[in-house]
């Protein structure tokens, strides 16, 4: 199996990008999300994105953002992937003419074959926790046992993974890509640096 790429999510800092590069973070991801309490303003996540070394991949996380909201942050920010956490359709998505991916939200007796293939061009397909009311970000796990065989996508899976399950959950799922957010913080949008070295470790071993 090739290697699982691994995403720190949730970034606010210059210091915890830098941390989540030196610990072989493949992406990092900036919420645009006011209602996060992991949010940044594109004046953040532009000084974020100017510190970073080259062939870090910067994701840009919307909830059903306005056209205007989006165009202003991707005027500013050189986000190299969009990640669609909210009820976006297909067509929204793709109008950015920008690789993206899209976030669904498992719960039981969802069809998540049907829900990929609503998204033909996305570049992958983000499975996350399905909490009443919140797009994610709840450090809540799923069932991953939900997650059929064979998708037509590559699959990122996130929700509550921690240093102590991603193992197991790379070794289940079987994933193209890991997404962690507060399982690597010290506070909500603060990160501590050895769980991000303990994470992708625990990815990678």
């Keep these: 199996m090739s290697a699982v790429r691994s995403k720190i999510c949730g970034i606010t800092r210059i210091e915890d990008a830098l941390a989540a590069v030196e610990a072989g973070a493949d992406a990092i991801g900036f919420v645009f999300y006011a209602k ?3 949010a940044v303003t594109f004046e953040q996540a532009r000084v974020i994105v100017k510190a970073l070394p080259p062939f870090v991949t910067t994701v840009g996380l919307f909830v059903n ?3 205007q909201e ?7 920010v050189p986000l190299d992937l969009l990640q669609f956490h909210g009820d976006e359709s297909a067509e929204a998505c793709e109008s950015w003419q920008r690789p993206y991916i899209k976030a669904l939200r498992v ?8 829900a990929c293939e609503a998204y033909p061009g996305a570049s992958g397909i983000l499975l996350d ?3 009443e009311g919140i797009p994610g970000g709840t450090g809540e796990a799923f069932d991953w046992s939900l997650i059929p065989q064979g998708l037509s ?3 990122i899976l996130a929700g509550g993974l921690t240093p102590d399950n991603v193992a197991e959950a790379v070794a289940r799922v079987r994933p193209y890509a890991v997404d962690v957010s507060g399982g690597v913080e010290a506070s ?3 990160k501590d640096h050895d769980k991000i070295q303990a994470f992708i470790k625990a990815v990678r071993g």
């Design 65 to 67: 953002a306005s056209d």
């Design 70 to 76: 989006l165009r202003e942050i991707l005027g500013a």
């Design 107 to 114: 719960k039981a007796g969802d069809d998540i074959v049907a």
């Design 188 to 190: 909500k949008g603060i």
């Design 129 to 131: 926790a399905y909490v």
């Design 153 to 155: 996508k590559p699959i």
């Design 36 to 38: 996060s309490p992991r």
